[in-house]
């Protein structure tokens, strides 16, 4: 967020004889300097393509064929036909464990394309793809197994054919065919559909291993029955047990996202019963694609079983000892018998370096357990402050808990990325005055500020700015002063002097001592109480010492905090039920660990994954310390939700890979439908990052595809002009949509979204709710053109689709700061439905420092920000 000044945050086709050679001399090199990682035999991995038989889809002429891949001659090359997709394939004489792939592509390689093996040379498992390849010289790793390995191109990168030099394949011959097993991997397993007939005849009834309930389908065709398998498995049998409403025309079919999917048996004259058919496929997902019923009733399967072959190993999954846990080395402990000078020490060790550290994979935690200490905490980047006692006022710090702004001269714009949390603070003798100067994912939850006579100031106090924050469940005992804070969501909170200032979009939902109600003048948007809301887990330490997690109920219609002069209802679950997650563990090993039921507990760090990280389990709690952050590499996406009651995410970042990613993390897999108005999802502190520290790439960021879930403070952000040195653009940092909700009934409290090039929020589906929206749009169009929505100048900041029947939103601001190109123009902020029951309360729209324009507020309606007019405000819509 910028000040309204001027301060910006920181934001072929033939090659020549020469280049044969060279390339020749590099795979020599690579083969002499830079062997295959060891598989677990006796020897080194060995190339095992060289000189086998080769087969191809096409070859553009006699003189590149397939052999010519295999000949071990860089000068000889196969190339295909010039259309999509094709294929090269060798057959390597026996099965064999593999461990590497080399590609010595020609000027026309692949831009998309898959490694798979096969036992049969007809049924094929992919082991890595990617839809990124940049030709050159590929080493890829690879685990896997087969006698007939093959590359599988589905988009080329140029305008001819693909063509490889050289096709080689490294690892070790061994080894039998495995055999079908006969354990059930869906029972049990997340199962979505098309449709239920009624409620009683759920997706999840053909998966419970139980004869006797069966799942339905509407009426029609086409519908389907999914099954989520967890991981990738490699699949040789599905066993249908058919109701009498059975699929005359129907595939079976595997996908790897979800998304994309694999026919691996299809027929047109299926006759019920019970059909137990031989396949062989690989994927997470499974389902059931009927087509054409047998009768005039829906589909129907008592049972839908999938039996594997194969399977990896991961590592074990130790157990945490609930009073001396391994927190991480990052994580700092401190009791009230720890000298105050070695707490202080630490305090300005860690601030030293985070001070001014927003793009360092550096994470710290600092917890208190329950006692009284005499402390100032100045918390820099991506550092937590908590403490440890089941009430704030079980740990009392007589000192500061404060974030500054000294590092930018004051201005507080890029103060992000630190927490305060479930402490109480006497400020010293002769101090009235606590300074939390922040901007976006700064959250000051569970806390209180004693003394009346004090107060905390949301900036610098004096001429800089800052922008946006939280304030949750916390008691202010004197005065909160805004001053040039550009907004803030305050809920659920208690200001014993109340509050004084305002600039643009301060909201207060079931807040004691909220000012009273008025916009824009002052901009104060007031919600008496929060219909409903779960406070965020925290961890704590009970009486006896042990370590546990307390996860706070469901609150109704509520107004101030959980805590202050009450006991507060939930549960409390002990450390020894959770995996605490270490940097560097798989997430394999992550998804082991849930599958036995556990909750995580992430340590501060960066938690690098190639798959996603599945949660399937209903009331798992995951729980991260040291805002710690998954990055999702090789193009996966960070974690899934099952749609199931009440899991609960807080205190957790994702992160962008370089590798596109479709989604960072996704709520629900599309079509879900059950209700979970009892028992919510729960997503608290949760913060996502597109780019900053490198490139970053991510379709979607995040979707919501369940019902029901509640978002309780998020920041999803796309770096489009980070500080200097680090790589951000247009073209470099791409990412179309923040927030995507298809589900029903969704709410969100406290929600920040900026800077994506496409919509910023996606709403689809009904009853939606958001308490404050925060919103700034891309800074870095090129020009108009870049930055088009078919006829429309840009694309609004939220975008309520067309068939949306209801939908609330109060206190919602969008700006603008095109600084690469100060012409262009987003036609609107909000675009929603015209419908009495879409309703929008005060809006706002800022043209930050009159650097482009918004030309209307919602749809057609408001004034135009621009340099002559640069901040808008709208009551009502309709």
């Known amino acids: 967020m910028t000040s309204p000044a001027i301060s910006v945050r920181s934001a072929r086709r033939r090659r020549p004889a020469v280049r044969r050679l060279l390339i020749g001399l590099t795979v020599a090199l690579v083969a002499a300097l830079s062997p295959a990682v060891a598989a677990p035999a006796q020897a080194a991995p060995t ?34 036909a010039f259309s999509d997709p094709q294929w090269l394939q060798v057959d390597l004489g026996a099965r064999a464990t593999l461990s590497q792939v080399t590609l010595v592509w020609e000027g026309a390689y692949a831009r998309a394309f898959q490694l798979q093996t096969s036992d049969d040379g007809a049924s094929w498992t992919t082991i890595w793809s990617t839809t990124t390849g940049v030709g050159g010289t590929q080493n890829i790793s690879v685990t896997g197994a087969g006698r007939y390995v093959r590359m599988n191109g589905t988009a080329r990168g140029s305008a001819y054919g693909y063509s490889l030099w050289e096709f080689q394949v490294y690892g070790e011959t061994g080894g039998t065919t495995p055999t079908c097993g006969s354990t059930n991997a869906a029972q049990g397993r997340p199962a979505t559909a098309s449709s239920t007939e009624s409620a009683a005849l759920a997706a999840s009834a053909a998966v419970d291993g139980n004869t006797g309930t069966r799942w339905a389908s509407v009426a029609s065709d086409p519908q389907w029955l999914r099954v989520d398998l967890g991981s990738t498995q490699s699949i040789c049998r599905v066993v249908l047990n058919w109701e009498a409403a059975y699929a005359r025309a129907f595939q079976v079919q595997t996908s790897a996202d979800g998304s994309a999917w694999t026919t691996i048996y299809s027929t047109t004259t299926g006759t019920g019963g019970t059909q137990t058919l031989d396949v062989s496929g690989s994927g997470r997902y499974i389902r059931m694609n009927g087509t054409a019923r047998g009768t005039a009733y829906g589909y129907s399967l008592w049972e839908f079983q999938v039996n594997t072959t194969g399977g990896g190993t991961v590592d074990p999954v130790p157990p945490t000892d609930p009073r001396n846990p391994n927190l991480g080395p990052n994580t700092f402990v401190f009791d009230p018998s720890t000298p105050t000078s070695t707490i202080q020490s630490r ?66 714009t890029q103060n992000f990325w630190r927490a305060a949390e479930n402490l109480s603070v006497t400020l010293p003798a002769g101090v009235s005055v606590e300074r939390w100067a922040v901007s976006q994912a700064a959250p000051y939850r569970r806390m209180h500020l004693r003394g009346a006579q004090n107060q905390i100031q949301l900036w610098n106090g004096g001429d800089g700015w800052s922008s946006g924050g939280l304030m949750a469940d916390t008691r202010i005992d004197g005065l909160v002063v805004s001053g040039s804070q550009q907004q803030w969501y305050s809920r659920n909170s ?56 307390f996860v706070p109920a469901l609150r109704t219609n509520s107004t101030g905090t959980s805590w202050y002069g009450k006991t507060p209802a939930g549960s409390s679950i002990s450390l020894s039920q959770f995996y605490v997650v270490q940097q560097g563990t798989s997430a394999a090993t992550i998804n082991a660990a849930l599958a036995q039921g556990k909750h995580l507990l992430f340590t501060p760090g960066v938690h690098r994954v190639t798959e996603p990280i599945q949660v399937n389990r209903p009331d798992t709690v995951i729980l991260g310390l040291g805002l710690a952050t998954i990055q999702a590499d090789n193009g996966s996406v960070g974690m899934r939700v099952a749609d199931v009651d009440g899991v609960k995410v807080a205190g957790i970042m994702f992160e962008a890979g370089t590798t596109n990613s479709p989604v960072l993390m ?213």
Request: glycine share 12%.
């Open 494 to 549: 208690e200001f014993g002097n109340g509050w004084t200032g305002s600039v643009w979009n301060m909201v207060f939902q079931g807040v004691t001592g909220a000012p009273p109600p008025s916009f824009p003048n002052p901009s104060h948007t007031v919600i008496a109480q929060t219909p409903q809301v779960r406070e965020k887990p925290f961890l704590y330490v009970d009486g006896t010492g042990e370590y546990r997690v």
């Open 47 to 80: 190339l095992l393509s060289q000189g086998r038989p080769a087969t191809a889809s096409s070859t553009e002429n006699a003189g590149t064929p397939a052999a010519a891949a295999v000949d071990g001659n860089t000068g000889t090359r196969w190339s295909s």
């Open 347 to 412: 305090l300005n060790t860690l601030f030293a370096q985070q001070e001014q550290n927003q793009f360092g994979p550096q994470r710290y935690a600092v917890l208190f357990k329950p006692g009284t200490y005499t402390a100032d905490v100045n918390l820099g980047f991506f550092t937590q402050v908590a403490g440890l006692g089941m009430s704030p006022d079980d740990v009392n710090l007589n000192g500061h808990v404060r974030v500054e702004a000294f590092w930018m001269g004051g201005n507080a």
């Open 666 to 878: 996704e709520v629900g897999p599309a079509g879900s439908a059950a209700s979970h108005a009892a028992n919510p999802t729960s997503l608290h502190d949760v913060f996502f990052r597109i780019g900053g520290p490198h490139v970053g790439k991510a379709t979607n960021t995040l979707t919501v595809n369940s019902d029901n879930v509640i978002g309780d403070h998020m920041w999803l952000w796309r770096a489009d002009h980070a500080a200097a040195g680090v790589p951000t653009g247009w073209t470099l940092n791409t990412a179309d949509t923040g927030l995507t909700v298809n589900g029903d009934n969704v709410t969100m409290y406290g929600l920040f979204v900026e800077h994506y090039q496409k919509y910023q929020t996606v709403w689809n589906g009904n009853g939606g709710r958001t308490y404050f929206y925060q919103n700034e749009m891309p800074y870095d169009p090129p020009n108009q053109a870049a930055w088009m929505n078919g006829a429309t100048r840009g694309y609004a900041a939220y975008k309520v689709a067309d068939g949306v029947t209801s939908h609330q939103a109060w206190g919602t601001g969008s700006y603008c700061y095109f600084n690469v190109n100060p012409a262009v123009v987003a036609d609107r902020a909000f675009e929603v439905p015209t419908n009495p029951n879409v309703r929008f309360t005060n809006m706002v729209t800022v043209s930050l420092g009159g650097v482009g324009t918004i030309n209307r507020v919602i749809n057609n309606t408001g004034g135009t920000a621009n340099a002559a007019n640069q901040q808008v405000y709208l009551t009502t819509y309709p």
